[in-house]
Structure formats: structure tokens, C-alpha cells
T-cell receptor, first 114, second 116 residues
Framework: KAGVTQTPRYLIKTRGQQVTLSCSPI?????VSWYQQTPGQGLQFLFE???????NKGNFPGRFSGRQFSNSRSEMNVSTLELGDSALYLC?????????????FGPGTRLTVL | AQKITQTQPGMFVQEKEAVTLDCTYD???????LFWYKQPSSGEMIFLIY??????QNATEGRYSLNFQKARKSANLVISASQLGDSAMYFC?????????????FGTGTRLTIIP
């Protein structure tokens, strides 16, 4: 079974631009969660999607948004980029069939904002 | 209060020795899950081991075992016979069972370096 894939792996943008990151979950997994990892703040939860609906959202400004498609693939968008958005963005998928499920992570997208 | 606390920012261990990475957690839910992930320099988070709050036995996965002490709210990861490839960041994470919640709360991590 293929793992979680994320594209692109690396991205360089300038302040004010917007960016879209993509995540394809493990086949059969319906939940996709996004995390931001920075040296200063560590790993922080952004949001979670299940069956094309956002179920949970972390404490991030509205510039951060996402969506999920019918095939469970998810995209994350950041508008009006700021220097502080430079981070590793990790996507995780899980079955979300109830109970406490394992989450499997993708390789991440490393975003650099200049 | 921090939900997950990892008090060891860094550890150096001789190859082939066992190592224990500490993790304490805070939750009022009787049902929860605890995870350990390994993150090498490449960035990918690799799932290592899981412990459910109602599991009677400590979880084990190959060289990894979890020393789960529920009353003390600790879930320490034990790596036996450490190898050079074990050098990485290690994160402990808590999952609380709110309906539809897949969110993981992570600790700050421990950087483990294995010395040949």
C-alpha cells in the first residue's frame, strides 16, 4: 500500500504570495490532518478534514485554509504569505473509523518565504 | 498546563545501549491514545508505537517498547540495543477521543544521538 504523499516537497515563495500544498492519503483513509512544524513553535495542528468537511481547526489565522476532495485528497492554501509561515507542513492520514486511530504522516512540504 | 511534556531536549547514547525517552501527559479523559514518532533529518514523521489507555499490557514493536505508567501519567519510550540509525528527533503525542477528533498534540521532542 502506498504511503501518504505530499507535493511539492520544497517550495520557495516571497512575502504576499499565496501557496497551495497537496496531500494524498493512504488508500482507504478518509481523514486528513495538517500540521505546521517550526523550530520555535514545534508541531502545531492546523486542521482536519473528513469526508470533505472540516472537523477541527487549530489556532491559525484565516489566511490558512484547506479543503478535501471526494477522493480524500486534500489541499492546504496559505494566502498573503508572511516570513513566519516558513515551516515544514506535514499531512497525516487516518482511517477515522472511530476510536483512537493511528495517523500516518507524509514526507512534508518545506516552505520557505523570502 | 502542557498536555504533553518531554523534558529531555537532547540525549547522547552509546551504540548498542538501551535508551529511555521520557514523556508525561495530562488529560482528564479516561480514554486516550499515546503515540511515539521518529523524525529523521529528512523530516518525515515515522510512526513507532501506540498505547491505548485501556490496554492492559505495555505496547511493544520490535526494539521499541512503551513503559506505560497510567497513575503517573507517563509513557516512556524504551529503545533496546540502539543503532546509529536511531539518531533522530523523537516525539510523543496524545490523542483525546472527542467525537470526530483526529488531532494529535505533540511534545517538544527529544533529539537522540547515537555515538559509535
Amino acid at each position: 500500500k502506498a504511503g501518504v504523499t505530499q507535493t511539492p516537497r520544497y517550495l520557495i515563495k516571497t512575502r504576499g504570495q499565496q501557496v497551495t500544498l497537496s496531500c494524498s492519503p493512504i488508500s482507504g483513509h478518509r481523514s486528513v490532518s495538517w500540521y505546521q512544524q517550526t523550530p520555535g513553535q514545534g508541531l502545531q495542528f492546523l486542521f482536519e478534514y473528513f469526508s470533505e468537511t472540516q472537523r477541527n481547526k487549530g489556532n491559525f489565522p484565516g489566511r490558512f485554509s484547506g479543503r478535501q476532495f471526494s477522493n480524500s485528497r486534500s489541499e492546504m492554501n496559505v494566502s498573503t504569505l508572511e516570513l513566519g509561515d516558513s515551516a515544514l507542513y506535514l499531512c497525516a492520514s487516518s482511517l477515522a473509523a472511530g476510536g483512537v486511530n493511528e495517523q500516518f504522516f507524509g514526507p512534508g512540504t518545506r516552505l520557505t518565504v523570502l | 498546563a502542557q498536555k504533553i511534556t518531554q523534558t529531555q531536549p537532547g540525549m547522547f547514547v552509546q551504540e548498542k545501549e538501551a535508551v529511555t525517552l521520557d514523556c508525561t501527559y495530562d488529560t482528564s479523559d479516561p480514554s486516550y491514545g499515546l503515540f511515539w514518532y521518529k523524525q529523521p533529518s529528512s523530516g518525515e514523521m515515522i510512526f513507532l508505537i501506540y498505547q491505548g489507555s485501556y490496554d492492559q499490557q505495555n505496547a511493544t514493536e520490535g526494539r521499541y517498547s512503551l513503559n506505560f505508567q497510567k497513575a503517573r501519567k507517563s509513557a516512556n519510550l524504551v529503545i533496546s540495543a540502539s543503532q546509529l540509525g536511531d539518531s533522530a528527533m523523537y516525539f510523543c503525542a496524545l490523542k483525546e477521543p472527542y467525537f470526530g477528533n483526529e488531532k494529535l498534540t505533540f511534545g517538544t521532542g527529544t533529539r537522540l544521538t547515537i555515538i559509535p
